[in-house]
């Protein structure tokens, strides 16, 4: 049995099968980020109740060791997306793996600019930064 379109009939299943098509790499693309689903312990269920997730593929970066500097009570964490150095709170930050993380990084920082309410305290101590999480593979700097 032969099925015979027309040409408009040829257009529109052209055009449904692109949109199948460029649905399907969209899904996949954003289903494979290493930081979907993470919680500030690093895995993909919370450590309590009312824990939120702290990653998403627009707010997070991999560290290279260089581009983490330990301090006491606090870590400097430099952003190549921002290209400045942020401070983050040694509470802030979880020494462990991402779960989901099968690269090299030596971490991860998760955070944005600060609104021009949001204060500078020891949770926050960036005066222009806002940090929701941070991650340091053990051994990696």
């Known amino acids: 049995m032969t099925v015979k379109l027309s040409p408009f009939g040829w257009i ?3 055009s449904i099968l692109f949109q199948v ?3 399907a790499m969209v899904t996949s693309a954003y289903g494979h980020s290493i930081y979907t689903g993470i919680y500030p312990n690093g895995q993909l269920t919370p450590d309590k109740p009312g824990d939120l ?3 998403g593929d627009y707010d ?3 560290l290279t060791p260089d581009e983490i500097d330990m301090g006491i009570g606090q870590v400097r964490m430099y952003s190549n997306r921002h290209k400045e150095w942020i401070t983050v709170a040694e509470t802030r930050v979880t020494f462990g793996d991402i779960v989901t993380d099968k690269s090299a990084a030596a971490g991860h920082w998760c955070g944005r600019k600060k609104y ?3 204060p500078t305290n020891e949770a926050q101590p960036d005066p222009k930064w ?3 999480c941070a991650f340091v593979r053990p051994g990696g700097v």
């Open 21 to 23: 098509v460029v649905l």
């Open 130 to 132: 806002h940090t929701f």
């Open 12 to 14: 529109v299943v052209l």
């Open 60 to 62: 997070c970066e991999p």
């Open 53 to 55: 997730q702290c990653c």
């Open 116 to 118: 021009d309410h949001e």
